[in-house]
């Protein structure tokens, strides 16, 4: 367990670092984030073992999710790095001329990322490529559940930055989190993980004043009409429900569709599920484990009493489940009042659109919505009318991996967010500068106040 005095000293030798300017410039940030797509590439093989012993990741879900996204993610920053600290010029309004207006991003400071145990390779090393392309220091914390990826991600830290740059901690997160967040004043906290956690981050982080971004959870919908081409929509409905085991705080979490597709649908979905994973998926070297008993027992639980549709077995000695398609659950059951997070879908039926409307906002502020429609009308009104972090139509989870798109919850799901463009964002103050010309100084806002004035003042303002 680290000690209060390492912790000081990790937090005090960044504030000086950061304070002596070092951080600052263009050359060093991107130099920095060459560093660290080269220490994951070093390390990548490590990296892939790391997330097979600690949950059985799949080499290919592993690579596409935690490390050929952080690829194309710090490729982003380095291309753009130079257009994002460039000032802003806006408009500047007559009567404050002759000026000049700009917007400048200036680094926070000393930041602390918290990573979570689903992908926690990628979601911490993400924010932490925004930092640094933001010009800050930081130091950053790596879920305690996920052990052997945690021990890979601070030996390649620590290989690759200076100590007073970037550092990680380890340990318990309730010991290490209040650890940190009560005695210092962090100039940012990104938090990755559960809504409750997320609470108490925010109560602790509202003693200094401490800005927090939240990237949470939620019960995300899929939503299936009549419309849609149900042989495509089930593949990839399968695909994105089990990848990672449906251990995604973006997964599919229950299914919506029409009553009069539903059996067909079913059909297509059990035939990829066979296809993907086969006749035995608790064998198979592709599909993902649960991250520890405790979790394991949690969805075990939940399929108890339960009409199960396929699969529904498990192996508690790899803490592996099959894809499971479940339907006829209680509204009040856990299935539609928590967050799943493993690899069962429940299935609810619905005649008329409108009626899947009442169905979401009871666990209002999902972090995605997935629509599988050939109808424009029907995608027009769920966008409309259902309030949700992001998401993706005909298809689902892709929406994380275009750097383009600010990824971030909403309401319950969040708040904040990040990726390209926005990571920088989230990491930077917006500082607003007016410089004004002295070739000329109009006497108009200087007293005495005359009448002539007044009415200028008026037309200037009108």
């Known amino acids: 367990m680290i000690k209060e005095e390492e912790i000081k000293a990790a937090f005090e030798t960044k504030r000086n670092y950061f304070d002596s300017g070092a951080t600052r410039g263009n050359k060093f940030r991107k130099e920095q984030l060459r560093k660290l797509k080269k220490g994951i590439k070093k390390y990548e093989s490590e ?92 130091i950053i914390k790596p879920s305690d559940n996920t052990r052997h990826i945690a021990a890979v991600i601070e030996k390649m830290i620590t290989e690759i930055f ?67 081409n149900l042989n495509i929509s089930a593949k990839r409905l399968v695909w994105a429900k089990f990848f990672n085991a449906g251990q995604t705080c973006v997964c599919p979490d229950y299914l919506l569709v029409h009553e009069d597709i539903k059996d067909d649908f079913v059909a297509k979905m059990k035939h990829y599920i066979l296809k993907f994973w086969g006749e035995n998926p608790l064998q198979s070297k592709d599909l993902t484990h649960i991250i520890n008993d405790k979790r394991f027992n949690i969805l075990i639980r939940y399929l108890n009493g339960i009409n199960i549709l396929h699969g529904g077995k498990s192996d508690a000695s790899n803490r592996c489940i099959e894809p499971t398609l479940v339907d006829n659950i209680p509204e009040n059951h856990p299935l539609m009042t928590e967050e799943i997070f493993g690899p069962i879908l429940p299935i609810i039926t619905y005649q008329n659109l409108n009626e899947i409307i009442p169905i979401i906002r009871k666990n209002r502020y999902p972090l995605a919505c997935y629509i599988f429609t050939n109808s424009k009308k029907n995608e027009k009104i769920i966008i409309e009318n259902i309030e949700f972090g992001g998401g993706s139509i005909n298809n689902a989870l892709i929406h994380l991996a275009n750097p383009e798109l600010p990824f ?47 009415k200028w003042a008026r037309l200037l303002f009108s």
């Not at 290490?176 to 409750?196: C, W, Y």
């Open 47 to 138: 990296i892939l073992e790391a997330l097979s012993n600690d949950m059985h990741k799949p080499a290919f879900e592993a690579f596409v999710s935690e490390i050929g996204f952080m690829y194309e993610e710090i490729d982003h920053l380095i291309e753009h790095l130079d257009e994002y600290m460039t000032p802003e010029k806006l408009s500047t309004p007559l009567a404050l001329q002759p000026s000049v207006s700009k917007l400048y991003s200036e680094p926070l400071g000393v930041v602390l990322i918290i990573g979570p145990w689903n992908y926690p390779f990628q979601l911490l090393i993400a924010p932490l490529a925004g930092a640094i392309a933001a010009g800050n220091c930081a």
């Open 408 to 454: 971030g919850g909403v309401g319950f799901s969040g708040m904040g967010n990040y990726h390209g463009k926005y990571s920088f964002d989230v990491f930077s103050h917006k500082k607003s500068i007016v410089k004004t010309k002295n070739f000329i100084d109009p006497a108009l806002r200087y007293p005495p106040y005359t009448i002539n004035k007044e």
């Open 162 to 228: 200076d100590f007073n740059y970037i550092s990680v901690v380890q340990g318990p997160g309730a010991m290490v989190g209040p650890a940190l967040i009560e005695k210092f004043r962090f100039d940012h906290i990104f938090f990755t993980g559960s809504a409750p956690v997320g609470k108490q981050i925010m109560r602790m982080a509202s003693e200094h004043l401490t800005p927090v971004t939240l990237e949470l959870g939620g019960k995300s919908p899929v939503i299936v009409d009549k419309s849609a």
